[in-house]
């Protein structure tokens, strides 16, 4: 007997006062479990670009696979019309401890300034509710930060940073001295975040997260950047 696959359901959120889209799709994949299992398998290293963590390819169907749900949203719900184009994709973990955070990773953060760039997070750890979590930053008032802001926003948090002293050592997960949180969406087995590149997000870990390597054990997600148009 053939097993049934249920329709993802998809949650829309207008984050803050820019009323950006967040997408939230449950039930995202069809085969979350062949996917835990080809991470398991999956040779980890060290990642690049400032993640806190270790990261190993995927598997290569992993993208063409998710594109008709991704496309229900990217167009309708997003805004974002065109070629759909895979910048980069891979199984993540964090496993950095917050005493070994530098400082950009105790800081929300943007991973692109261009408005066609959208990122996709897909949690896939079943007892892991360490989700993400957006934020504005409170001098400039920005929630997005795309090339025109991009100069004045650094150059007002460096100052920031000069004058009162670098974040304390930990995961940015709620409002502090610099950032006010705006929405935070935790982490459930399958589901899936899509969301704008230049919106400010940090990981949501909690200070007692158990951080392994393992990717039986660890906050395993897949994280994937996307060109559209």
Do not use: K, W
Not at 148 to 172: D, K, N, S
């Amino acid at each position: 007997m053939a097993r049934t696959v249920s329709e993802p359901a998809i949650t829309v959120h207008r984050v803050g006062r820019e009323a950006q889209p967040v997408v939230v799709i449950d039930g995202f994949s069809a085969e979350p479990d062949a996917l835990r299992a080809a991470a398991i398998a999956a040779s980890f290293g060290p990642a690049a670009q400032h993640y806190p963590g270790i990261r190993a390819a995927l598997p290569p169907a992993y993208v063409p696979t998710h594109l008709a749900v991704l496309a229900g949203v990217l167009g309708p719900v997003l805004g974002r019309g065109g070629a759909v184009d895979l910048i980069d994709a891979s199984f993540s973990i964090v496993t950095t401890p917050p005493a070994a955070l530098d400082i950009r990773q105790r800081l929300p953060h943007c991973d692109a300034f261009g408005a066609d760039r959208i990122a996709l997070v897909h949690y896939l750890a079943p007892h892991h509710a360490d989700g993400t979590a957006f934020f504005r930053h409170r001098s400039t008032g920005f929630e997005t930060i795309d090339d025109e802001r991009a100069p004045i926003f650094f150059g007002q948090l460096e100052a920031e940073l000069r004058h009162g002293g670098v974040p304390p050592a930990r995961y940015v997960t709620g409002d502090t001295p610099l950032f006010e949180r705006t929405l935070e969406i935790e982490a459930r087995y399958n589901r899936a975040l899509v969301y704008p590149s230049y919106l400010l997000h940090s990981g949501a870990i909690a200070p007692d997260a158990l951080l392994s390597g393992d990717p039986a054990d660890g906050r395993l997600t897949v994280t994937a950047f996307l060109s559209v148009g």
